[in-house]
């Protein structure tokens, strides 16, 4: 059974930082892209990063760009989001997801997706 698992949530000021991690099992590294997403109350949900499990491709939202980083570690199944210089706007729930194929498609479909951990910016 595929699942996944994030945490590393929480409360920060602005210009803070947060590293979220996503715990993934019952599939092969391999055969996933792994990516973030996020939805703020009264927003729909953004897209964040997203990366392949070789780490040859990486892809980034705007919001992203110059202040998160999306690593991985194969061995331990898991995929990581460093977020520096926090602003309130990005408090939000943030959602790892899991797309099957080796390479992330932007418009392609997601086969799994995490319960969602809080992330909270205060100004």
């Known amino acids: 059974q595929v699942q996944l698992v994030e945490s590393g949530g929480g409360l920060v000021q602005a210009g803070g930082s947060l590293r979220l991690s996503c715990a993934a099992s019952g599939l092969t590294a391999s055969t996933y892209a792994m990516g973030w997403f996020r939805q703020a109350p009264g927003k729909e949900r953004e897209f964040v990063a997203a990366?392949?499990?070789?780490?040859?491709?990486?892809y980034y939202g705007v919001s992203a760009q110059g202040r998160f980083t999306i690593t991985r570690d194969n061995a331990k199944n898991m995929v990581f989001l460093q977020m520096n210089s926090l602003k309130p706007d990005d408090t939000a729930v943030y959602y790892c997801?899991?797309?099957?194929?080796?390479?992330?498609?932007?418009?392609?479909?997601?086969?799994?997706w995490g319960q969602g951990t809080q992330v909270t910016v205060s100004s």
């Open positions: 997801a899991a797309q099957l194929g080796s390479s992330w498609r932007p418009k392609g479909g997601i086969g799994y």
């Open positions: 990366m392949n499990w070789s780490g040859n491709s990486i």
